[in-house]
């Protein structure tokens, strides 16, 4: 089982970018898909996360990211909007079937 995301970069503050992550096997089904973040010196936390059609999101991206679930790709996304500098950090895919998948991560810096 393989996770892989893509979309991070460097943006400039309240700027957007879009993170995915893809599934191999596309067939394996996952409960619960979710997406974590780890800045430099500071624990991994978790973002946001999506079960069925259930979005939660930790209370410091409320109203500025979005998570979507393609269930015929078996793929998420997280819309980032209004990005801060606190936001800068590797941003990992997590999923839930038998067990817990993690993807390698994708770089997101917020600077000027």
């Known amino acids: 089982v393989q996770l892989w995301e893509s979309g991070g970069g460097l943006v400039q503050p309240g700027g957007s970018l879009r993170l995915s992550c893809a599934v191999s096997p596309r067939t394996l089904w996952f409960t619960t898909m979710a997406w974590y973040r780890q800045a430099p010196g500071k624990e991994r936390e978790w973002v946001a996360r999506i079960n069925d059609n259930d979005a939660r999101y930790t209370d410091s991206v409320k109203g500025r990211f979005t998570i979507s679930r393609d269930n015929d790709q078996n793929s998420i996304e997280l819309q980032m909007n209004n990005l801060k500098p606190e936001d800068t950090a590797v941003y990992y895919c997590?999923?839930?079937?038998?067990?817990?998948?993690w993807g390698q991560g994708t770089q997101v810096t917020v600077s000027v």
């Open positions: 997590h999923a839930l079937a038998d067990r817990f998948y």
